[in-house]
């Protein structure tokens, strides 16, 4: 495998930071706005952005092992695109409860 192989999986995986810095700062915030500073009691929105995070880290990792296998790399891209996309659509779904509930 050349080193050009690994360009698209580094460049996935260092797109993956803005998922994490994201889940950091709403877990902080949200911890940030209680008295008791639980640690366990992480944010819904907080855990599916790490999630969101993880699902990219999973991607890259997925087309490192695809290599040059075609059929392997469209099972891989096709599997993160429908994770990564189905966390957004809980994500949503959830700030619009969330919304919702508000008087």
Do not use: C, H
Not at 68 to 93: K, Q, S
Request: no cysteine; net charge positive; hydrophobic share 55%.
């Amino acid at each position: 495998m050349s080193m050009n192989a690994y360009v698209v999986p580094l460049v996935l995986a260092i797109s993956s930071l803005p998922a994490f810095i994201a889940a950091a700062m709403i877990g902080r915030s949200g911890r940030a706005g209680r008295q008791d500073n639980v640690r366990d009691d992480t944010p819904a929105l907080a855990r599916l952005m790490l999630l969101v995070g993880v699902a990219i880290l999973a991607g890259a990792a997925g087309l490192l092992w695809a290599g040059d296998n075609e059929t392997r790399r469209l099972v891989v891209i096709v599997a993160m695109v429908l994770a990564v996309n189905g966390l957004g659509l809980v994500l949503i779904f959830s700030l619009g409860r969330k919304r919702n509930r508000r008087p």
